[in-house]
C-alpha cells in the first residue's frame, strides 16, 4: 500500500466504443463529454494535472511510466459530467497499486509504460469506459489516423488546457522516424503525426491514449511518451507500442 497517490479525474460493458462520433480534425479542438470516456488525468494535490492515463478495466490504468517520478496525492476523483479538470468529482478511488516496468529506462524512455491498480472498481456509464487492447499480433498499418487526446499544454512552453483535446495524426513509418529522431526510436516505440507540423501531444499529455479506429471501437494503440518539443515540423511525437506489453499488461492485470 502506498502512503501518498495520485489524484485522477476521468473526463469523460464495452470497450472502446463512444457516446458520441468523431469528427476529422487537423488541429486541436475541445472533445465532447464522453467522446472519450477512457481518458484519464492525474493530478498531483497543490499541482493539478501533470498526466494522462487510459482506462484498461473497473480497477487498472495504463499510463507512461516517466510519470510516476512525481510524488503521489491523496484522492482518485472521477468527473462524469463535464470534460473540465474543474468539474464536480462523482467518484473518489485511492490508488492500491503502481506497476512500472521493470526494464523502463530513464534516459532512452523505452519501455515507457505503467500500470495502476484503484482500490475498488469503477462503474461504466456514458462517461466511464475502458478503451480496447489490441492483441499483441495486432498491426497500425503506416498513414492510417489515429486520436491523440489530453489536457496538455495547447503551445509548446504553454499552459495546460482545461477542457480535454482532441486531434487527429497519422503513424509515421518507424524508418523514417528513427532517421527524423537521429536514432532515438527502439522497437518498443511508435510514431505518430502531422510531419508539416502543427499537430502533436504536448508537456502534461505524457501517459495518455493514443486511440486507434477500428469499426466501432477504439484501440490502446500507443501510450504518449516523449517528443522533440511540441508539433514541429519533422518531428512526430513517440508513443510506447502497447503490442509489445500485451503480455506483460495480461500478467499483472488479467485483462
Not at 91 to 112: A, E, G, Q
Not at 137 to 154: K, L
Amino acid at each position: 500500500m502506498f502512503g501518498l497517490f495520485y489524484w485522477l479525474i476521468v473526463c469523460l460493458t464495452d470497450c472502446g466504443r463512444s457516446k458520441f462520433k468523431s469528427s476529422r480534425i487537423v488541429g486541436g479542438q475541445d472533445a465532447l463529454a464522453g467522446e472519450f470516456p477512457w481518458q484519464v488525468s492525474l493530478h498531483v494535490k497543490n499541482t493539478g494535472h501533470v498526466c494522462g492515463a487510459s482506462i484498461i478495466s473497473p480497477t487498472w490504468l495504463v499510463t507512461a511510466a516517466h510519470c510516476w517520478v512525481w510524488p503521489m496525492s491523496e484522492d482518485v476523483t472521477l468527473c462524469r459530467e463535464h470534460q473540465s479538470e474543474t468539474a464536480s468529482p462523482v467518484l473518489k478511488r485511492n490508488l492500491k497499486k503502481v506497476i512500472p516496468h521493470p526494464n523502463y529506462n530513464s534516459f532512452t524512455y523505452d519501455n515507457d509504460i505503467a500500470l495502476m491498480e484503484l482500490n475498488s472498481p469503477v462503474t461504466y456509464s456514458d462517461y466511464i469506459q475502458p478503451v480496447c487492447l489490441p492483441a499483441a499480433q495486432h498491426s497500425f498499418p503506416v498513414g492510417n489516423m489515429v486520436w491523440i487526446t489530453g489536457w496538455g499544454a495547447t503551445r509548446e512552453g504553454g499552459f495546460a488546457a482545461s477542457v480535454l483535446q482532441k486531434a487527429q495524426v497519422r503513424i509515421i513509418n518507424q524508418t523514417v522516424c528513427d532517421k527524423l529522431m537521429e536514432g532515438q526510436i527502439t522497437s518498443r516505440m511508435l510514431c505518430a503525426g502531422v510531419l508539416t507540423g502543427g499537430v502533436d501531444a504536448c508537456q502534461g499529455d505524457s501517459g495518455g491514449p493514443l486511440s486507434y479506429p477500428s469499426g466501432s471501437r477504439m484501440f490502446l494503440a500507443g501510450v504518449v511518451s516523449w517528443g522533440d518539443g511540441c508539433a514541429r515540423r519533422n518531428k512526430p511525437g513517440v508513443y510506447t507500442t502497447v503490442t509489445k506489453f500485451r503480455g506483460w499488461i495480461k500478467e499483472k492485470t488479467g485483462v
